[in-house]
């Protein structure tokens, strides 16, 4: 806010974008602005002009304020998806949203409260659904859940892009309990550390991977995976 009041030129400004549903008036865009100008104007209230929309729903609304910000170039990958996932119009996006929160997780879109079950990370978990498709996405959901129980430190995008690379690459191979038991035995802060420690690839999910089948390898007994990774 500070630089849009550096940098204020009413002149540059468009009208704010409102919506009046159930009798109520509901900022779409422009609520940055309207906060400057309160602020410029000593806390008090102020005179803007308004483009007002009626009949719209909440949904339209999101996937409006989503085609405005996107037609200005300055969404985040996090705010464009949230926006998405708001308006409930890209497939993709709703059921990344479905699965997570399905699995008991929240994914917040970069908007971190500091809770247990919280993803914050967007391209990390994109990127994961892509990689494995709905069925092995939400058996790495489960996976994730059943060995940490929403542990915010395992559910880093480093951490995330290594179970993704994990899962996919053990898919048929490994054993889901086995797994948990293990995993649920190592610290997540191990895993991110020593994940961030190895050097030897600037391939950040391959360098996670290792860590998780080295602990997944790492007790006397069981049936052992091979090293699948490519690198």
């Not at 498709?133 to 480093?158: C, E, I, K, V």
């Not at 391939?203 to 996670?208: D, E, K, M, S, Y």
Request: charged letters at 25%.
């Amino acid at each position: 806010m500070d630089r849009l009041i550096r940098e204020w030129d009413e002149r540059l400004l468009d009208p704010i974008i409102v919506s009046f549903r159930d009798g109520k008036f509901y900022v779409v865009d422009g609520q940055h602005r309207i906060s400057a100008m309160r602020k410029m104007n000593h806390g008090n209230g102020v005179m803007v002009n308004c483009k007002v929309y009626s009949g719209l729903t909440y949904e339209q609304e999101a996937d409006l304020c989503y085609k405005l910000d996107k037609a200005k170039k300055r969404l985040s990958l996090s705010q464009s998806t949230n926006a998405l996932a708001e308006s409930g119009t890209d497939p993709e996006t709703t059921e990344i949203r479905n699965l997570v929160e399905n699995s008991g997780f929240v994914w917040a879109l970069g908007k971190s409260k500091g809770k247990t079950g919280e993803i914050v990370t967007t391209r990390a978990l994109v990127n994961a659904y892509r990689l494995l498709g709905g069925a092995a996405f939400t058996r790495m959901l489960h996976l994730l859940w059943d060995a940490w129980q929403g542990d915010p430190r395992s559910l880093t995008a480093a951490v995330l892009s290594g179970m993704a690379l994990f899962v996919k690459t053990y898919e048929t191979e490994m054993n889901d309990r086995t797994f948990i038991t293990r995993l649920s035995q190592t610290d997540p802060d191990e895993i991110n550390r020593r994940g961030r420690a190895d050097f030897s690839t600037n391939n950040i999910a391959l360098r996670f991977a290792r860590v998780i089948l080295e602990k997944y390898n790492g007790q006397r007994g069981g049936k052992k995976l091979p090293y699948r990774f490519r690198g």
